[in-house]
């Protein structure tokens, strides 16, 4: 851009400025922010986020300024260039995998090789041969080959045995066919297949004959099955014409990613094809060989729920820095009580419907946290019990709690981004927010990986399972949390307990606790008792899982506090008490009427829950800034004006309006006379070009 | 884009297709669409739509297919040409304002001479004087003088007291001199400024000298006032070096809009500059002389909060026709209580998770419908009793419902989009949902003409002085509604109704209305009587104004359907009577605290609503798809391959990948091992070689 020497250089924002109110604000607290953020997250990771911070920003590939400002095409090309950098600077500097994530992370982009890395090698691996393996691992290592993972289609998405895309076995050639017996078969929003993949895994029908050849050959289903396919030629990129493949266009978020479609016409792939680590085809009699241990693929889904949890403290924690600091160094309106001569006006996170808004969500931060970190050790244990001992005891419970959190933490993190952006007013709309990006990419998560209403289902059948067997077998054995609470809500005589949740931390435990045993025990009872359609009982499903869910936030929040010895100091341990409890008890507010119904907490103690709400949120206010601070987020990051670390908010939002803004550059009649359209002369000019 | 012929132009969806599927949805219902139309909307709408359509659709400039691919700059100038277009088209044609209203509309991009004819016009027009009239209208209605309106600036927004730029009378010189003292004084986001106003009004703070001139001048401020200033030059569009200005760059909507910033270093305008239809300086003596009838000026902002009503109802109604039709197509996953041998998986308009996020939205866009229109009614009421009689005894109602509304509105709309677009599914979050760019743009709605959460505020101030003026009369005169039912509350012995919302509609209209009525003797109690500081309570008065906003959406639906006898059929009546129950019962279940709390209804009928919500539910699924036909929202508007009218969802979907995606046209290098970017050579270009 054009350096511009004028008037503006010589203006300050009205004082006091940005930095002088977050050096205040971060004056109020004591909490230690180094210490807290190496708890929270541990000093190798922050090393790590440090030493490949320095890298990225002196790279000006990943400078962020202006990507928001581009076509489509070149948005994509970006991300592509900046996931080869990565994946050289990779080998040059040796970085490890956890560093190429980091580095990954901090870009911040979704990257056009994101389907080659998370799924494709993974799967490969995990579903192939030792001889499949063998072939293909060296080459998609060393990305040779680039590949895709292609399971919805048009026509499906969750329902997995839907699909529509056949592989059937010509015994002849010992080949599988491949074809999209519809429209809705192609394959579609599959990543890095639209333009970046030359393999990918199609999942498909296995088709296997059962009567003899000919046009009335007989087939049987088997049911989807991985193969693995080559889609374009290596080295012009083209596909062969027995495949149609493209990226789908222009999406609500993901715009550097090309999420693909994919048809295939009688496409023949040879017997290696098909993944055979589990199931496979005898070449020579063409019959199926059953999968010894289905469980293992099934654990591997239950991964990539259990870390979303992480992802969604750390998408939220982004919102959340923005807010805080941002709103701390705004104001708007006097305080029409204060006396006539106050010279500032409110500092916007001093009004009581902004803080209702940001700081249970700032405590929800937390929250999320402790629930991530003990559903990393639930799966690391479940791993170790599967694959030392073959014991699958803690799996159910893993996928249920796994599939539970998963709907509930995504729909907080996506509802509180935009509640964050919301609560900032104008500037919050603006491109200066850092939000835009991170909220078109995060509102794909409510949907992906289970959509958020259907997986809750999992979790009903779960816990109705656990009710049935407390129900059927007179002396249970108790070994999960979940299960010994069903067990003390059945024992327990008294059905209204009245809990003192203003007073007592451990009764917000039992009331969380209380409700979802309540809601599973009416689930169990509608469903298997007065055998109502599970279909009608959907809403039931979904408002159980969500009942469930909170209480293993909760449960987990406080069961860390409890248990945590490493705490930097007395001030944060009190303040993570307060979190605590905000989150709890605000979260208990908007679901009172559950909370009554079931006897947990009288409608009394409901009603003094507000007042409770407006306390905590007063102690925790003078921390909140060094309580975000402490979630590390770099400014390369949050790549906002509005949260920079050192409060230059209005500087830098002039900065990037005055002197970054290409619309700024170009030239233009704006007489409405005139009919001409100056047209860049690029992907954009092409593209008006065709209208 | 290319022709493509290839093995895909054979290929169909797998039925039954969704053109079959919206055919028998629509024979399902009786509901006549065209005549309901009508009366919902008028014939003469539905003419001028018709008319200005056909025009539109034929010219390649408004063809919408790529759009969503282009650079910022590009989409600016597409815009730009469209907003040219329609000015020719309006002078070619004949076109009325509400023809010319209807193009913008229908071509769906916030225009970048938006703010010329909304706000520039309006304002020189209702603040001008006489002179001033005479001199600018001609100009401004030719578009020879293209202006914005520059009112918010980069640190305040809501606050326009506390606007910085200053506007000092020279006597001397008899000039006003802007400047802009802070870079917070910086105007911001001011629409059609960026590139295309060569005008604008600029509110800023009246200064008047008090003591003779010199350095030491002191100088009385009057509050802001408006100025008509060129800020660039009518040929080269340059501004003089007093001034700077540009666009601020992109943000989570309003692409094609090139919202500015603007700064003044000492920059001198005539006398003539300020807006004197009501308040001026003398000339000759520097002396302020005070406006007549500040309220009529008042009037105009209520003007535009009340069309915010009918806006929102739009926006909405268009989710809501893309979601209803896609979610009868889509069908996933069979029964599992169903029979094996059950052919067809489940329509997703079925699952009951489904329905209950998008029948109440349905039902809402009638709600909005007849709260729109008494809103209009009440503000040409409101507005012939100012002009003829001087009486302003309505504007204060007219103004706390009209912010109430905004409110509570717009909130309902911008979630509600969100809402259908998530329940969608993967689609959903695919360009094809039609809902990206409404999404987008439509999310500013919450904080624009009065931030949601603040304009509450005034809801609370007019029922705290409603219930102290009934508390301090003995007699009072009740005419309003509002005041009738303040009354009633008042005079009522029983404070404990328990009526019977589920058999009795006047029940649940008074059950609204009590709640209403509680809460703002409530919150005079907490304000008036205990004395509590007015931002403390901002919480509950954010709350009574939601409950009073309800309470008026619910009592408008009753009061249209009690005495509209111009529906088309008995059946439209009896289903409109369900939407009505619908929208009332599950906006009392979502707050079925308060309605417990206040006294209107016990905690038994309350719990028994959900099962009358799912009852309504199954009456109205039938009609789901006659009744968004109804809402005669086109095709071109919805710009959705999911909602499409004819249901040709799949087809779209495919085509518009396939067949008009640029970025399947580009070419480039996906190796990692090269370290290509292969540019764009337009903007694109431009700004990724700036990197």
Same mark, same amino acid.
């Given at each position: ?33 180094e ?22 920003e ?56 994101h ?6 090698i993974?799967?490969v ?60 078969a ?62 789908i ?5 993901y ?17 290696g ?37 992480m ?20 104001r708007q ?15 916007v ?90 909220n ?20 009903a ?9 407390l ?37 917000? /435990?039992?009331?969380?606790?209380? #409700?979802?045993?309540? %809601? !599973?025990?009416?689930?169990? @009872?509608? $469903? *298997? ?17 969500r ?27 009190? /303040?993570?008490?307060?979190?605590? #409890?905000?989150?709890? %008890? !605000?979260?208990?507010?908007? @679901?009172? $009427? *559950? ?6 907490v ?35 990051l ?6 920079r ?13 005055? $002197? ?32």
């Amino acid at each position: 851009m054009a350096k511009k020497d004028d008037f503006s250089a010589a203006l300050k924002p009205a004082a006091p400025d940005g930095a002088t109110i977050l050096a205040n604000e971060r004056a109020r607290s004591s909490i230690p922010v180094e210490d807290f953020s190496r708890y929270l997250l541990t000093p190798q990771y922050l090393d790590k986020q440090d030493r490949i911070l320095k890298v990225l920003e002196n790279d000006p590939l990943f400078k962020k300024t202006n990507q928001a400002n581009l076509a489509r095409p070149d948005r994509y090309k970006l991300a592509l260039a900046r996931g080869k950098r990565i994946r050289q600077l990779k080998e040059k500097l040796g970085w490890s995998e956890e560093d190429y994530h980091m580095a990954a992370a901090l870009c911040d982009d979704v990257l056009p090789y994101h389907l080659h890395t998370a799924m494709f090698i993974t799967t490969v691996c995990q579903q192939g041969s030792e001889g499949q393996k063998a072939y293909w691992m060296p080459k998609l290592e060393s990305w040779e080959v680039i590949g895709a993972y292609a399971q919805t289609e048009l026509g499906h998405g969750s329902n997995v045995r839907g699909l529509e895309l056949e592989a059937r076995w010509d015994p002849k050639t010992k080949e599988f066919v491949l074809h999209s017996p519809h429209l809705t078969a192609s394959k579609w929003w599959n990543g890095s297949m639209g333009r970046t993949a030359n393999h990918v895994i199609a999942v498909a029908q296995l088709l296997l004959p059962v009567s003899g050849p000919g046009p009335e050959t007989k087939y049987k289903n088997y049911g989807p099955h991985p193969f693995i396919v080559q889609i374009r030629d290596m080295k012009t990129q083209q596909p062969p014409k027995s495949i149609l493949v493209g990226d789908i266009g222009p999406k609500y978020g993901y715009d550097s990613m090309d999420n693909g479609y994919l048809l295939f016409n009688q496409h023949r792939v040879p017997h290696g094809a098909m993944l055979a680590g589990y199931s496979r085809v005898n070449p020579d009699t063409g019959e199926y060989i059953k999968p010894k241990n289905p469980e293992v693929v099934y654990g591997t889904m239950t991964h990539v729920r259990a870390r979303l949890v992480m992802e969604a403290r750390l998408a939220l924690a982004r919102a959340v820095t923005v807010a805080v600091r941002y709103l701390s160094i705004r104001r708007q309106f006097k305080d029409q009580d204060a006396p006539s001569n106050t010279a500032l006006e409110t500092n916007v996170l001093d009004y009581p419907t902004v803080q209702f808004r940001i700081l249970p969500l700032l405590a929800t931060t937390f929250a999320l946290h402790y629930s991530g970190k003990a559903m990393g050790e639930l799966y690391e244990r479940t791993r170790k019990d599967i694959e030392k001992s073959g014991d699958f005891a803690t799996l159910a419970e893993l996928h249920s709690t796994s599939s539970g959190l998963k709907s509930l933490c995504t729909d907080i993190s996506a509802n509180g981004i935009e509640t964050c952006r919301r609560a900032m007013g104008g500037h919050g709309f603006g491109g200066g927010s850092g939000l835009v990006q991170l909220n078109n990419n995060y509102l794909s998560k409510p949907t992906v990986e289970g959509d958020n209403y259907m997986i809750t289902q999992q979790v009903a059948r779960y816990l109705i399972k656990k009710v049935r067997e407390l129900a059927q077998t007179v002396k249970s054995r108790a070994t999960t949390r979940t299960e010994e609470n069903l067990k003390r809500f059945l024992y327990s005589k008294d059905k209204t307990l009245n809990l003192n949740v203003l007073k007592n931390n451990e009764d917000i /435990v039992q009331a969380f606790e209380w #409700r979802s045993a309540y %809601l !599973s025990f009416k689930a169990y @009872e509608k $469903r *298997e008792i007065q055998k109502k359609p599970w279909n009608s009982l959907l809403i039931d499903f979904y408002r159980l899982s969500r009942a469930h869910s909170q209480s293993i936030l909760v449960q987990n929040f406080h069961a860390a506090l409890e248990t945590s010895h490493d705490l930097p100091s007395p001030q944060t341990r009190e /303040v993570l008490w307060d979190l605590f #409890r905000l989150f709890a %008890l !605000s979260t208990m507010e908007t @679901e009172a $009427r *559950e909370f009554y119904s079931c006897g947990a907490v009288s409608n009394e103690e409901l009603d003094a829950v507000t007042a409770d709400v407006f306390e905590l949120m007063q102690r925790i206010r003078p921390h909140a800034v060094r309580l975000v601070d402490s979630w590390a987020i770099p400014d390369f990051l949050l790549n906002s004006a509005l949260g920079r670390y050192d409060g230059k908010v209005y500087e830098e939002l002039f900065e990037m309006a005055h $002197r970054q803004n290409p619309l700024n550059e170009v030239t233009f009649n704006p007489d409405y006379r005139t009919d001409e359209l100056v047209l860049g002369s690029g992907d954009g000019g092409h593209i008006l070009s065709k209208l």
